[in-house]
């Protein structure tokens, strides 16, 4: 092409007369510029070519956009919904959550003014076909309450908030007791109710008493239920331990009507029931097997059934228990009663063998030094029986100095007693001046090594009720006088229905309609016990209560009022609540007579009450200490001048929320709560002269330390009392104004 195109240029540049030389320079010339017309032909093609891509491109780019935008709307839109529809499920719970505990408290106060007045009327005097009628009645109300309490349990496992609790318990006395309660309803079928606990199961556990009991009692109760002839038991076997806990298997196994296989799957499903004639037959909600599922597997546990038509059937669940430190399996010829000075600096000791004498029925002392020992013994040997000690168990690497003093010292009987003396020793010699009839054993003996020791130890064990330490004198009541009760209703149904319950009990009744009308009773009136309603016009229940502990604190008690919440309020919380208000005790309607006779039976005489004197202990050691120490608050004034009456204003405004922790405590019965709010209470009390005061916080938590507390509502109220007098003592010493 290029030659071609040569020849065409050469004959017209001949044409035109171009020759010789100049013809190629012309040549040359028109064929360059052929070239750069094609290079600039072919490059523009190639740019329109890649504009057009990129065009394209942009295109393409435009309509990713707009798609990823509208992904984005979709995207949030969805989110918008979901919120709406969390926000709206999240109302719809706590509609419910509301709805149930309306619904619970309008159920539960009709119900109080049916089933108590169904018990009157079983006590008086009916024709035998009348009594039938009330027995029906009252079995058809019981049933209707107890549909009441499975709704409200599967409501709170439905929503998470059914929270376990753990304390120490004997478990052969809460299967005893189920099988109590359950004894009247298998006899009147003719029914067998055994208990059989295997050996080798340990009796005192940690965990929850009450939700165990309900698994129990509802298991028993069907068994007894689709049971017609035969019996029903109960059995509990150890599995596997670790060490801080054991595995337990309890079976309730009966000769009922059986389950066939189908069913059994759906036995545990809320609502559920072996087949629709179950539920005409038989009753129920179907909700009692569900909840006791969800309780097992808080519990961490599982549950099952082993089931034939005709056969019977066996139901079981496994649980993991805590360890209580130290503990054994039941043995006969307990150690219940004695008393032990144990001696040791070793924390470690202390705390073991204070958790483990215990569960053995025995009272542990400790004390650091030998000259503590021998006084505490001396004051025992003087109060005689039940204060005396059975047994001295004595560290040797604590009292390396004076161990042979210690032994020569308790040859002297009449002084120091007839204790016998058991010394611990780790790797440290021992003296060969003991005497020969002294007891050594090594310091970390097996439990069993040690109980056979103490066995052995060459005292008669005492066989009575354990007695508490003599540290607090309360007021004496008199067993022939009527307790006096201010009942503080505003519904007068539940007003004629207590105070009925409480003429049948012997009590003179006093009434108040709400919280303000029951505060003036109260300023004028000398009562034993309040029960209180917690919702009532003018002034509520909770309010009023706080109320009262408010006078309490400003007067100087001799005697704290026990004040106990009556109220159909039984929902999650609605005891803690109570307590926290500063009652003492909590009653769910329905009140039955057993419940309202046990509930005065506890707080009779005012178990709360402030001591008259100090223990014999103190009274040797201070005759009427001062109140405060001045000398505390004069060096305080010299250091920080008039920031101390800011130090005194922040401690009376914190002290009576460190004794409303320990009265909460002690009602409980948490030790650790005890000891926590004692520590911090008498601390700050020494740190603005207090001392009295902070002795008495420093005893609360030593016991609450060492297992030997056995008043601890009598320790609370000796603080409450020495707290009334600090605060007036404190407030005198402010400016006035302040």
Known sequence: MGGAAGVAVSLGLAQFGVQGPWQGVALALALLALFATTTVA??????????????????????????????????????????????????????????????????????????????????????????????????????????????????????????????????????????????????????????????????????????LRQILSNLISNAIKFTER?????????????????????????????????????????????????????????????????????????????????????????????????????????????RVLLITTDQRLRMRLTMLLPNW?????????????????????????????????????????????????????????????????????????????????PRNAEDADLRSVLSASGVSWARHEAHPAPAVKAKNVDPSRKSRILLVEDNPVNLMVAQRLLQVLGAECDTAGNGQAALEKLDGGNYDLVLMDCQMPVLDGYAATRRWREIEQERKPTQRLPIVAMTANAMAGDRQKCLDAGMDDYLAKPVTRGDLERCIERWRGASLSVPETLPPAEQMAARSPPVLNAGVLDELREVLGSEVDKIIAVYLEDAPRLIAQLERAAVSGDPIALRVAAHTLKSSSANVGATTLSDAARDLEHGARDGTLTQPASAVARIVGEYAQVRAALQAKLPAGH
């Open 361 to 441: 029925g025995l009272r542990v002392t400790a004390v650091e030094n030998t000259h503590d020992a021998l006084e505490r013994l001396r004051q025992a040997t003087n109060q005689g029986e039940p204060w005396s000690y059975s047994v001295v168990l004595a560290d040797l690497a604590s009292i390396r100095a004076t161990a042979l003093a210690l032994a020569r010292n308790l040859e002297r009987k009449n002084q120091y007693g007839e204790a016998r003396l058991v010394y611990l020793r780790g790797d440290e010699s021992t003296s060969q001046d003991l005497p020969l009839a002294t007891t050594v054993i």
């Open 230 to 338: 035969g019996s029903v038991t109960l059995s509990v076997k150890r599995q596997r331990e670790t060490a801080a806990q054991h595995q337990l298997r309890f079976e309730v196994r009966d000769t009922g009507i059986g389950i066939d296989p189908e069913a059994q799957e759906r036995l545990f499903q809320a609502f559920s029931q072996a087949d629709a004639s179950t539920t005409r037959l038989y009753g129920g909600t179907g909700l009692g097997l569900a909840i006791c599922r969800r309780i097992v597997t808080l519990m961490g546990g599982r549950i099952g059934v082993e089931s034939e038509l005709g056969r019977g059937s066996a139901f079981w669940f496994e649980i993991p228990l805590l360890k209580v430190q130290g503990d054994m399996p039941a043995q006969s010829g307990d150690l219940h009663g004695g």
């Open 42 to 211: 072919l490059t523009a093609g190639k740019q329109q070519d890649l504009l057009a891509e990129q065009s394209e491109r942009g295109r393409r780019g435009e309509a990713e956009v707009s798609a990823l935008q509208l992904e984005i709307s979709r995207h949030t839109k969805l989110e918008q919904e979901l919120t709406k529809a969390k926000q709206a499920a999240e109302s719809a719970v706590m509609a419910k959550g509301e709805f149930l505990a309306t619904m619970s408290h309008e159920i539960r106060t009709p119900l109080n003014g049916i089933v108590p007045m169904l018990d009157l009327l079983m006590h008086s005097r009916m024709q035998p076909d009348q009594q039938e009628l009330v027995k029906t009645a009252t079995a058809s109300a019981q049933q209707l309450l107890r549909i009441v309490d499975d709704i409200l349990d599967y409501s709170k496992l439905e929503a998470d908030r059914l929270d376990l609790e753990t304390t120490t318990f004997n478990l052969r006395e809460l299967m005893e007791s189920v099988i109590t309660l359950m004894e009247r309803t298998a006899e009147a079928k003719g029914l067998r109710l055994q208990l059989i606990i295997e050996q080798g199961v340990r009796l005192p556990v940690r965990g929850d008493p009450v939700r």
